[in-house]
């Protein structure tokens, strides 16, 4: 069973429309992340919720938003894509509050690309 | 300049070698990661480090707090070894974890 699963990991679409990125993790992690890797290979986060509850938001367009459901689940929905958006998104857990001190477990990514 | 930088950026090496990753910083942390990307994009953990040195199998990683350097080594290098190895640190003042820019690692049979 896959620890941390990511859907899709491949998504292609026009600018203007709105996509969303499902992560769930199995793993009983009370916390989960969404990063960003750039071309350069950066991984810059954007979020981070705890129990359900944000504790990271970076600076990110209003368009990107979480959703946690659950503490098992966190989306990412993305309005109005741009071309900028094309990037690999991951998503990743841990078992703490926030701070990574017990390790991360990341999901295999979701590689955007907006035409 | 960056505040985590890791060198060399592109190592290529044979088989069999022993491989060294660097990774210098220059904020106060409170946990150093090593990770692996493969080829196919996906992420795994290697370590998590506050102090001293850990081991897995035939990859160890060391710290010095006071020189603000670690290093990562690979014994007995094999070509499943190829990957670039991503070295992140955690800032001791709050949340942020800064990562390093990745060193791409080939090992030729």
């Known amino acids: 069973d896959t620890a941390v699963s990511q859907t899709p990991k491949y998504l292609v679409t026009q600018m203007g429309n709105d996509k969303s990125i499902k992560c769930e993790q199995n793993l009983g992690h009370d916390t989960m992340y969404w990063y960003k890797q750039d071309s350069k290979k950066f991984l810059k986060i954007m979020f981070s919720?705890?129990?359900?509850?944000?504790?990271i938001n970076e600076t990110v367009p209003n368009r990107f938003s979480p959703k946690s459901p659950d503490k098992a689940h966190l989306n990412l929905h993305i309005n109005s894509l741009e071309l900028g958006d094309s990037a690999v998104y991951f998503c990743?857990?841990?078992?703490?509050?926030?701070?990574?001190?017990?390790?991360?477990?990341f999901g295999s990514g979701t590689r955007l690309t907006v035409v | 300049k960056n505040e985590v930088e890791q060198s060399p950026q592109n190592l290529t090496a044979q088989e069999g070698e022993f491989i060294t990753i660097n990774c210098s910083y220059s904020?106060?942390?409170?946990?150093l990661h090593w990770l692996q990307q493969h080829p196919g994009g996906g992420i795994v953990s290697l370590f998590m480090?506050?102090?001293?040195?850990k081991k897995h199998g035939r990859l160890i990683a060391t710290i010095n707090i006071q020189e603000k350097h670690s290093s990562l080594h690979i014994t007995a290098s094999h070509p499943r070894d190829s990957a670039v190895y991503i070295c992140a640190v955690r800032r001791d003042s709050n949340y942020q974890l800064i990562w390093g820019a990745g060193t791409k690692l080939i090992i030729k049979p």
């Open positions: 904020v106060g942390i409170s946990a």
């Open positions: 990743a857990s841990s078992q703490d509050s926030g701070t990574g001190l017990l390790g991360y477990t």
């Open positions: 480090l506050s102090s001293g040195k």
């Open positions: 919720y705890n129990n359900k509850e944000l504790i």
